[in-house]
């Protein structure tokens, strides 16, 4: 029999919004495009460093060990989502709504039990089509280190809970959209979804960030160009700049993987210091052919 123990973990938990009447409308369709975005869920919780737990119908369970990974792998999700729903008609868009806690859970296997997974199911029912609901234990762990606004909604009362758990519902963007919150677990009527489901901008940090780099290579070159002596010496720090910049770029980014794209970064670096220390040997494509190896051994694993 399986070891039953307790741990403390980050529930995410999913389900679709009118699954009932998608099925109604076109049972293989539907059935066709609800494994297409499982799949891309799936693949940015693993990119996340979660776990798939369990699925059932519409609905799905995965836990993190960190929780602001699982409050940004919720936002990764929903995006992506938004814009594989933007290419389709209003009335057959697959909006999921997510839930997310941080609770102490029975362990029995591969599954996880307990009130921490019933809030966490009842924290994605209580959220509107396209958006994000958490708790306050996970609020209190990412309000500072994750890009995104929250709004508190209250207490939510919960089965087997004897005090209604404070909720937020998480705002995708920079804060400044009027983007519409999540359901209010009182009688509230659903928001539009489409404005949840938009993409989150850039935070204004990175922005800032970007600009002072650019500021940066600039003058450079200016020093370079107004001093010059034969040598253009300035290539080599406007590059660490550039990687410098892609790579924070892809901290906020949700079109690739970030592992990879961080992988493929530096080797854009290398080919870049190879092309400005030319001497007619490329040197670069071994450390290329072992990043190029690192990357497949990844992807191989995580298939």
């Known amino acids: 029999m399986s070891e039953t123990r307790r741990k403390l973990t980050t529930i995410f938990c999913a389900d679709v919004q009118d699954y009932t009447r998608l099925m109604g409308a076109d049972e293989e369709?539907?059935?066709?495009?609800?494994?297409?975005?499982?799949?891309?869920?799936?693949?940015?919780?693993?990119?996340?460093?979660g776990r798939v737990v369990n699925t059932w119908g519409d609905g799905l369970i995965a836990e993190f060990p960190s929780v602001v990974e699982a409050v940004r792998a919720a936002v990764d999700t929903q995006n992506e989502l938004a814009g594989f729903n933007a290419r389709r008609p209003s009335d057959g868009r697959m909006l999921f709504r997510i839930g997310i806690n941080l609770g102490d859970v029975i362990v029995e296997g591969d599954d996880i039990y307990g009130d921490g997974v019933n809030i966490a199911a009842r924290?994605?029912?209580?959220?509107a089509p396209g958006g994000?609901?958490?708790?306050?234990?996970?609020?209190?762990?990412?309000?500072?280190k994750v890009a995104v606004g929250?709004?508190?909604?209250?207490?939510?009362?919960?089965?087997?809970?004897?005090?209604?758990?404070?909720s937020y519902a998480v705002r995708i963007g920079d804060g400044s959209d009027e983007a519409p919150p999540a359901e209010r677990p009182v009688a509230a009527r659903p928001q539009p979804a489409a404005a949840v489901m938009t993409e989150a901008r850039p935070a204004p940090g990175g922005r800032k960030l970007f600009a002072v780099l650019g500021v940066i290579a600039v003058m450079l070159i200016a020093i370079n160009l107004l001093s010059w002596e034969g040598v253009f010496w300035a290539r080599?720090?406007?590059?660490?700049?550039?990687?410098?910049?892609a790579l924070a770029w892809n901290r906020g980014q949700t079109w690739f993987d970030r592992k990879f794209a961080t992988l493929a970064i530096v080797a854009l670096g290398i080919i870049g210091i190879n092309l400005f220390t030319w001497s007619g040997t490329f040197w670069a494509v071994w450390p290329i052919l072992g990043i190029a190896a690192t990357i497949g051994l990844r992807w191989s694993m995580r298939r």
Do not use: W
């Not at 059935?31 to 996340?48: F, N, V």
């Not at 924290?123 to 959220?127: F, N, P």
């Not at 994000?132 to 500072?144: E, F, G, L, M, P």
């Open 236 to 245: 080599f720090p406007v590059l660490a700049l550039a990687v410098v910049a």
């Open 123 to 127: 924290l994605q029912a209580s959220a």
């Open 132 to 144: 994000i609901v958490i708790s306050s234990t996970v609020y209190d762990q990412v309000r500072n």
């Open 150 to 166: 929250f709004e508190f909604l209250g207490p939510l009362m919960v089965k087997n809970v004897e005090e209604g758990v404070p």
């Open 29 to 49: 369709g539907t059935l066709a495009t609800l494994k297409r975005c499982r799949e891309a869920m799936a693949h940015l919780i693993e990119s996340h460093g």
